[in-house]
């Protein structure tokens, strides 16, 4: 993974990006305001769980038959391809996360600022973390130990604790099915992440698929509660007149493996109205807003966005994880933020339901800050101006302004010192500026064509993050003026 984040970045400027396929704004008044309200959330957890924990390896993708080093199946847990899968779907039998606790996540996530989780519900390996009537390969089926325990649809567990919480509760859902006979069937053998039949060869078979996942998902639509987002991923199920062939792994899609999208969507909506639906990379009117993963965009993309990352270097458990630093979570934060978008932090429980210890203190940490400058970061949009000039000191890193009055908010490094320049032309009138975590005010003058703050001296660095001015300004368009 490359480095996110240099030690001083400048304020984002928004040259917009295209998006990997062209974004349709939704139409449906009710999914247009929740979209509305979703900008404003900033921060949200993303989970990674399943059985594949127990072995603390990468989720589902060692049983893809493709040739990856990030994916390579460990031989202790199999010889041969067979006997892996046949090892790995096994796991089943015991998954037994005695320790889950899902309140204790959800209080977490609230005193760490994120305002939505989104939780798998299957990832592509087909196994259930709810009670869908669909499938056996599921947690609440007896052949998982875990299935008697009142806590067993580990799902409905997870959003009505978050739900209690205020948060925004979304179901990550895989699109492929790779235990499914419809979707990788038996009397074929796999050759890479996709169909392994052709759908319209065996139409009957592909209706299955359609049928079964469309089902499953009226089932998380139906029986969960409240839902706000469906989190649709892998992207090699979709038509075939959607492929991006500058995007390296969608050249290898060679076959339509159209699910009927539009069905699938009016009928979560008929559930679930204003729901929002995010059928990833795919593009079109389902894909209410990017989610690029892995990586920070080098500038505001134009259109509704979300980042994913991991808090350590893994999307699954692993043992032994190394948690990114507080400073550079809020730092990851802020350069999503000034730039547009929303941060999807992963963290990933272990196999017997708990979070490492780290997570929940780079958690707090994150929330501390947050308490503090959250002010500059929920409700907020990229700030429109050129990068701001600071004489005698470095430290402008990004900028962020208030959506709904006219405050910008910089953030600089803790020991930033000197003075900044803002624009006039973007600004018009600086008011006051301030410190935001005090409210101390800050020398404003004008100085030819630039707005000069000048910045107090340097204090020691006592927490992880950055320090906020807060710039109260007339606008462009103010009747002032």
């Known amino acids: 993974m490359r480095r996110l984040l240099p030690s001083l970045l400048l304020l984002a400027f928004p040259t917009f990006l295209t998006a990997q396929a062209p974004y349709v704004p939704p139409t449906d008044t009710a999914v247009a305001a929740k979209l509305e309200r979703w900008k404003d959330l900033k921060f949200g957890l993303l989970m990674h769980w399943g059985p594949y ?42 998954f037994d996360p005695v320790k889950f606790n899902p309140d204790t996540w959800a209080k977490a996530a609230k005193d760490a600022g ?11 390996d087909g196994f259930c973390m709810f009670d869908t009537k669909l499938t056996d390969y599921r947690v609440t089926d007896p052949k998982c130990p875990f299935h008697d325990d009142p806590r067993a649809n580990l799902a409905k567990g997870v959003f009505d604790a978050f739900r209690a919480e205020g948060l925004w509760t979304g179901a990550y859902f895989s699109k492929p099915d790779w235990h499914s006979p419809y979707y990788w069937w038996p009397y074929f053998p796999p050759k890479d992440r996709n169909v392994n039949y052709l759908p319209t060869r065996y139409p009957e078979r592909w209706q299955q698929f359609k049928d079964f996942t469309s089902g499953q998902i009226e089932e998380l639509m139906t029986g969960y509660g409240p839902m706000d987002i469906l989190w649709l991923d892998g992207g090699q199920v979709r038509p075939l007149n959607t492929i ?13 493996q159209d699910i009927d999208m539009a069905s699938i969507a009016a009928m979560a909506r008929k559930h679930q109205p204003g729901l929002l639906v995010v059928d990833r990379t795919v593009g079109g009117e389902y894909e209410n807003y ?15 966005w979300e980042t994913c990352l ?61 308490k503090v400058n959250g002010e500059a970061v929920y ?14 000191g470095t430290g402008v890193y990004r900028g962020t302004k208030s959506d709904r009055k006219s405050t910008a908010y910089l953030f600089l490094e803790p020991e930033a010192s000197g003075e900044i320049r803002l624009p006039w032309w973007a600004f018009r009138e600086v008011k006051t500026a301030s410190l935001l ?39 462009l368009n103010s009747p002032r003026f």
Not at 65 to 74: F, L
Not at 332 to 357: C, E, F, H, I
């Open 53 to 94: 924990s127990q072995w603390g390896v990468v989720e589902s993708w060692s049983i893809c038959p493709e040739d990856e080093d990030w994916c390579r199946r460990k031989p202790e847990h199999g010889a041969t391809y067979n006997e892996y899968v046949k090892n790995y779907e096994a796991l089943q039998t015991t």
């Open 114 to 124: 994120m305002k939505y989780v989104v939780f798998t519900t299957k990832h592509h």
């Open 244 to 256: 991006d062939t500058n995007v390296s792994w969608q050249k290898a899609i060679l076959i339509d």
């Open 290 to 304: 990017v989610t690029p993963e892995g990586h920070v965009p080098d500038a505001d993309l134009g259109v509704p």
């Open 310 to 370: 991991p808090m350590g270097t893994s999307w699954s458990w692993v043992p032994n994880e190394k948690y990114k630093s507080t400073d550079e979570i809020i730092r990851t934060l802020v350069s999503v933020v000034s730039r547009g978008g929303s941060l999807l932090l992963n963290v990933a429980p272990g196999p017997d339901g708990q979070l490492d210890s780290t997570a929940y203190v780079r958690l707090k940490e994150v929330g501390e800050w947050l």
């Open 379 to 392: 409700g907020t949009r990229a700030l429109p101006c050129e990068d701001p000039k600071v004489i005698g």
């Open 437 to 475: 975590a005090s409210g101390k005010p800050l020398p404003v003058r004008l100085e030819k064509i630039d707005f000069v703050i000048h910045l107090p001296r340097p204090q020691p660095k006592r927490n992880a993050g950055l320090m906020v001015v807060k710039v109260e300004y007339w606008p």
